[in-house]
């Protein structure tokens, strides 16, 4: 058992790599890259409950209107919901240690859930490829098309600005460690292994948004995130 799981392992990490190398490939045309990208995002995307979410809310409601004592309680609530999603990721991880992923999964393909997730992905991928091979590029040179790929954006604070490039949500955040660190986050390990410490950051509304280039982009532009930053588009 412990053989197939090792061998999953290694064909993942080998299809990884392989993807990551692809991606940044000029040969695939952005409506190919952008279905990829759809595909990974819809299982990697963190997603808390709307129950977290809501109580997130509540809390910053009650310090905001200085109800230490109903912030107080939402908080206990709060830790509760946090303390039995943690029970959950162990026995998930547990559950993984005794399984192949392939296994977990053939359990699961009659699931309501499941099957909703599988069914609205092909979904989306039937809309965009359909859509992309009805709307095919209007003959923009590919300088044209790589520029467009390859926004990038300054970051400014108390008169210092770096930049961030937006690129591909599979770049790792090493790259461009400078930015990150510039708004606070922070980095464990060094040189190419280095990864964020965390990889989410939470809005001003409360709830946990993934730490992605687009995301911080946005929420710089909409102000939702990162008071007394501002940005620009270069």
């Known amino acids: 058992m412990s053989d197939s799981r090792t061998e999953e392992s290694v064909v993942t990490l080998q299809s990884k790599a392989e993807y990551e190398n692809a991606i940044n490939l000029s040969q695939h045309v952005p409506a190919a890259k952008s279905i990829s990208e759809m595909v990974l995002d819809a299982f990697h995307t963190s997603r808390e409950s709307d129950q977290i979410r809501e109580l997130r809310v509540a809390i910053r409601q009650a310090?905001?209107?200085?109800?230490?004592?109903?912030?107080?309680?939402?908080?206990g609530q709060l830790k509760q919901l946090k303390d039995a999603e943690a029970a959950d990721t162990a026995a998930l991880e547990d559950l993984s240690s005794k399984f192949s992923i392939s296994r977990i999964l053939s359990c699961f393909k009659d699931d309501p859930q499941f099957q909703e997730l599988v069914y609205g992905l092909?979904?989306?991928v039937l809309n965009q490829t359909h859509q992309a091979i009805s709307n095919p590029s209007s003959g923009?040179?590919?300088?044209?098309?790589?520029?467009?790929?390859?926004?990038?954006f300054a970051i400014s604070k108390d008169g210092i600005s770096v930049t961030l490039p937006l690129r591909s949500p599979r770049a790792k955040p090493n790259v461009d460690r400078e930015a990150f660190e510039f708004l606070g986050f922070t980095f464990v390990g060094e040189g190419d292994e280095a990864e964020l410490e965390s990889e989410i950051f939470v809005d001003n509304a409360g709830a946990e948004q993934p730490l992605t280039r687009k995301n911080i982009v946005t929420a710089l532009q909409q102000q939702t995130a990162f008071d007394g930053y501002?940005?620009?588009a270069q």
């Open 140 to 152: 923009k040179s590919k300088t044209a098309r790589a520029k467009k790929e390859m926004e990038v």
């Open 230 to 232: 501002s940005i620009a």
């Open 122 to 124: 092909a979904l989306k």
């Open 63 to 75: 310090h905001d209107a200085f109800d230490d004592d109903k912030a107080y309680d939402l908080m």
